[in-house]
Nanobody
Framework: VQLQASGGGLVQAGGSLRLICAAS????????MGWLRQAPGKEREFVGY????????LYADSVRGRFTISRDNAKNTVYLQMNSLKPEDTAVYYC???????????????????WGQGTLVTVSS
């Protein structure tokens, strides 16, 4: 299983970025997918989740209304559109699969069992 995140970079506050996570080696459409992030010196935190079919999403309070998750199961890809970025959004962003046997809430980090390598997002003020 491989999850390849890309699209990070340096952006000014108020700007936008679109992260992409390409999955391989699994039946992608079986999995709910999450985006999580880790800022320097902080613990990893939940950003957002999309269900296997894309019909259900959940966002952290800190990003709701600014970030949007979508997926294309035909392309084995999940996206994170980030708008109105703030300096506090600076972090390494990871995509991850929610475990098929995990029935906990999507914002529970321990429920994610496969992680990509992360992509760095830096928002300057």
């Amino acid at each position: 299983v491989q999850l390849q995140a890309s699209g990070g970079g340096l952006v000014q506050a108020g700007g936008s970025l679109r992260l992409i996570c390409a999955a391989s080696g699994l039946t992608f459409s079986n999995y709910g997918m999450g985006w999580l992030r880790q800022a320097p010196g902080k613990e990893r935190e939940f950003v957002g989740y999309i269900s296997w079919g894309g019909g259900s999403t959940l966002y952290a309070d800190s990003v709701r209304g600014r970030f949007t998750i979508s997926r294309d199961n035909a392309k084995n890809t999940v996206y994170l559109q980030m708008n109105s970025l703030k300096p506090e959004d600076t972090a390494v962003y990871y995509c991850a699969t929610k475990g098929l046997s995990d029935y906990g809430p999507p914002n529970r980090i321990q429920g994610y069992d496969r992680w990509g390598q992360g992509t760095l997002v830096t928002v300057s003020s």
